[in-house]
């Protein structure tokens, strides 16, 4: 064990790694394992920014480690992550060379310190630098085709922070206060990095963290102007916050109790009310149809690879065949829990066609398309009137999450 400052942070680091690529945990599920014993916040934070660098670049950075070494690294092998983490470090975090030596190598002690070393110095020394845009797993290019190309450079740097404003009417002085951009009406867009709880209105609930792409489906519902609708999978909430601020009387439910926690926290702290269900929406029956449903249904997540750049690695075939199969169990659910002439808004934030275009072109209730000037300037809906958006679209302002998002009418 040493004790070099710093080390702390890479060790969790190589633990998170190891959660993500061994175990095929999320970044967020293996963090409390991963950083316990981390006591400094800012430590913490820079294991999670190492790990998710090096996920984000992993193809590249395994390319320049394959110029360095004679006989390939497996893999899986300890010094090939130890040597990601170390590149990650350099090329994207401006960490000086010496200072990840000096935190790095330990993780290796009583093994391949010295092959690390050698592949380290040979790269530094050669200059080596990472493309502009990060190569994507070939798994990951045979699903997305030529989407992938868009997305990519989209995914070189972490996404912007975009906000949900409570009231839709303080836009501008909104925009202003915090420093921001504001993309449609209720949104307001910041630069990346910065700290939540510090800003303006964050005590007062006057805001809540949602991607623009993630605000868009309960958009698509309009005023709720007292009518009844379902929050299906709700937690930890960007919707129900949102339903309610528009006026809906939102039953909202969810299974995870935990997720559902910070949910109860979220409607707290905006003084927003929804009648909470913890339930699995398998089993659970309402007692009478709704105006409206809105499903945001569990997915693979592969839509917000820039937040989550572990999804490039841990998402395949069977992971997304297992998502499609629950989602087409809830639409269907979902589907025969609308009043005569209710609204169904069926959302995922993912990539993949099988839990999008595929899931709803089955569906037999009657569409009810998303028109252009529903959503932000730059967008469009797709020929069926669905919308499909991802991190590589309006790029000027700072892209936006992958969503797939219909609309329905019964
Ligand atoms: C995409 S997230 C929802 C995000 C949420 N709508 C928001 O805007 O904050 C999917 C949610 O589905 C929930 N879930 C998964 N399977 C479920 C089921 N069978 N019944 C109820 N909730 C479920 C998960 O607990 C998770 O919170």
């Not at 958009?219 to 930890?236: K, N, T």
């Not at 690695?313 to 209710?342: C, E, F, K, S, T």
Request: hydrophobic share 45%; proline share 7%.
């Amino acid at each position: 064990m040493t004790d070099t400052a710093g080390f702390p942070a890479r060790r969790a680091a190589l633990r998170l790694m190891d959660a993500v690529l061994r175990r095929g945990e999320t970044l967020e599920q293996a963090a409390p394992g991963a950083l316990r014993g981390v006591e400094r916040g800012d430590d913490r934070a820079l294991a999670r920014a190492i790990a998710s660098e090096a996920l984000r670049w992993l193809v590249d950075l395994d390319a320049l480690i394959d110029t360095a070494t004679r006989n390939r690294l497996a893999d899986d092998a300890k010094v090939r992550t130890v040597l990601r983490l170390m590149l990650a470090q350099t090329l994207r975090l401006d960490t000086p060379p010496h200072a990840v030596v000096a935190t790095c190598l330990p993780l290796l002690d009583g093994g391949p310190r010295r092959l690390a070393h050698g592949v380290f110095s040979t790269l530094s020394k050669r200059g080596a630098s990472l493309p502009d845009a990060p190569t994507l797993p070939d798994g990951v290019h045979m699903r997305w085709g030529a989407l992938a190309e868009e997305v990519a450079p989209a995914l070189a740097a972490p996404p912007p922070l975009d906000l949900t404003l409570k009231d839709h009417a303080g836009t501008a002085e909104w925009a202003a206060r915090l420093g921001g951009i504001s993309l449609m009406p209720g949104h307001v867009r910041l630069a990346r990095g910065t700290a939540v709880e510090k800003l303006d209105g964050f005590g007062e609930g006057a805001w809540w963290v949602q991607d623009l792409a993630a605000s868009l489906p309960a958009r698509l519902l309009g005023q709720g102007e007292g009518r009844s609708v379902l929050d299906l999978c709700s937690a930890p909430g960007g919707k129900t916050l949102q339903l309610a601020a528009n006026g809906w009387r939102v039953t909202s439910l969810d299974m995870s109790e935990k997720r559902l926690e910070r949910l109860r926290e979220n409607l707290a702290r905006t003084g927003l009310a929804a009648d909470v269900i913890e339930g699995d929406a398998l089993q659970w029956e309402p007692r009478l149809p709704f105006d409206a449903v809105l499903l945001d249904a569990p997915c693979t997540a592969t839509g917000t690879c820039r937040r989550h750049p572990d999804v490039l690695h841990r998402i395949g075939v069977r992971q997304i065949a297992d998502m499609a199969q629950l989602q087409a169990a809830l639409l269907a659910r979902a589907a025969r829990w609308l009043a005569p002439g209710g609204r169904l808004v069926y959302a995922t934030c993912s990539l993949e066609a099988a839990e999008g275009e595929e899931q709803v072109a089955a569906i037999t209730l009657a569409p009810d398309p998303i028109r252009t000037e529903e959503l932000p300037q730059g967008l469009a809906p797709t020929a069926q009137g669905w919308l499909r958006t991802h991190p590589g679209l309006l790029p000027e302002a700072g892209g936006l999450d992958g969503f797939f998002v219909a609309r329905f009418r019964r």
